[in-house]
Nanobody, 122 residues
Framework: QVQLVESGGGLVQAGGSLRLSCAAS????????MGWFRQAPGKEREFVAD????????SYADPVKGRFAISTDNAKNTVYLQMNSLKAEDTAVYYC???????????????WGQGTQVTVSS
């Protein structure tokens, strides 16, 4: 059974940092793309960043460029999202996703985690 389990969310003050983790299990992900998405209250889920499991081809949404960094750890089957200089508008539930192909936007991602809450106080 494929599972993506996010962790690392919490409450942080504006300007602070958090590192989210997404532990993947149940199949081999070495050829997959991994993505991070977020959904703020009352808003649609949106793309944050994605990367090939090899660690190449990272891309970011404009609001997080220069502040967030996505990375992979093959030995731990884990994808990370390092979030620095956090702002109140980064408050959301953060989800990770996986798919054998790079997807544009939300559509088509095969596997999703349950999400982890990030709250940034101003």
């Amino acid at each position: 059974q494929v599972q993506l389990v996010e962790s690392g969310g919490g409450l942080v003050q504006a300007g602070g940092s958090l590192r989210l983790s997404c532990a993947a299990s149940g199949r081999t992900f070495s050829r997959d793309f991994m993505g991070w998405f977020r959904q703020a209250p009352g808003k649609e889920r949106e793309f944050v960043a994605d990367i090939h499991w090899s660690g190449s081809s990272a891309s970011y949404a404009d609001p997080v460029k220069g502040r967030f960094a996505i990375s992979t750890d093959n030995a731990k089957n884990t994808v990370y999202l390092q979030m620095n200089s956090l702002k109140a508008e980064d408050t959301a539930v953060y989800y990770c996703a996986a798919d054998p192909q790079r997807r544009i936007g939300l559509s088509g991602w095969m596997y999703w985690g349950q999400g982890t809450q990030v709250t940034v106080s101003s």
